[in-house]
């Protein structure tokens, strides 16, 4: 069955470091979205993508944060200069259609930045 | 706010007995759907319900919505200790033409052997 992955599993950087994460959406997907999930609390909704360009952010989804597709598989978040408070677990989602239909979850990279 | 909220938000009984979660919401939705998530690992589809249905299985999972209550319940039969995981529902919610999910906090379940 098709799934979404995602690397690193589990990313270590120190604060001010740039990182990437890296997502492989399901290939014939056409929606793309990054989550994030903070120790211990709600999964929260960062972005959504479609058609090469970001079709909703979140308030947390500021300038240090940015979203690109850059070829026919990958989905990447990078985030620019990381805080503290950027640790957390950031889930790559994808769902073929726009509208009701299930929204398929990676299985998370935990970024610790220290 | 859009968020849905589950209840309870820890719930412990025996392997064999049934496991029903409840989630409510505020506002309009597409759809919601119910998510898995084993600790600290991944989120895993269990069923999505659309606006205009009331109820759906899959295996032993049944879950129900009520649009004029604003609320859904995902019902687990004869529990397993595999079940022991986090339970989310999620509201999805039109955003240009595609849907975000906003979750609730969770029901963390416990199947006791």
């Known amino acids: 069955e098709p799934e979404v992955t995602q690397t690193p599993s589990h990313q270590v950087t120190q604060m001010g470091q740039e990182v990437i994460l890296r997502c492989v959406p399901i290939?014939?997907?056409?929606?793309f979205y990054w989550y994030r999930q903070i120790l211990g609390q709600k999964v929260e909704f960062l972005v959504s993508f479609y058609n090469n360009e970001i079709s909703e952010k979140s308030e947390i989804f500021d300038d240090q944060f940015s979203v690109e597709r850059p070829d026919g598989s990958n989905f990447t978040l990078k985030i620019r200069s990381t805080k503290l408070e950027d640790s957390a677990m950031y889930f790559c989602a994808s769902i073929w259609g726009g509208w009701n239909y299930e929204q398929y979850f990676g299985p998370g990279t935990r970024l610790t930045v220290t | 706010s859009q968020q849905g909220e589950e209840d309870p938000q820890a719930l412990s009984i025996q392997e064999g007995e049934n496991a029903t979660m409840n989630c409510s919401y505020k506002t309009s939705i597409n759809n919601l759907q119910w998510y898995r998530q084993n600790s600290g690992r991944g989120l895993v589809h269990l069923i999505l319900?659309?606006?205009?249905?009331r109820e759906k299985h899959s295996g032993r999972l049944r879950v129900t919505l009520d649009t004029s209550k604003k609320s859904s319940s995902l019902l687990i039969t004869a529990s397993r200790a595999a079940d022991t995981a986090s339970y989310f529902c999620a509201t999805a919610f039109p955003i240009q033409g595609a849907q975000k999910l906003v979750f609730g906090q969770g029901t963390r379940l416990t199947i006791n052997p």
């Open positions: 319900i659309r606006s205009n249905e």
């Open positions: 290939s014939n997907h056409l929606y």
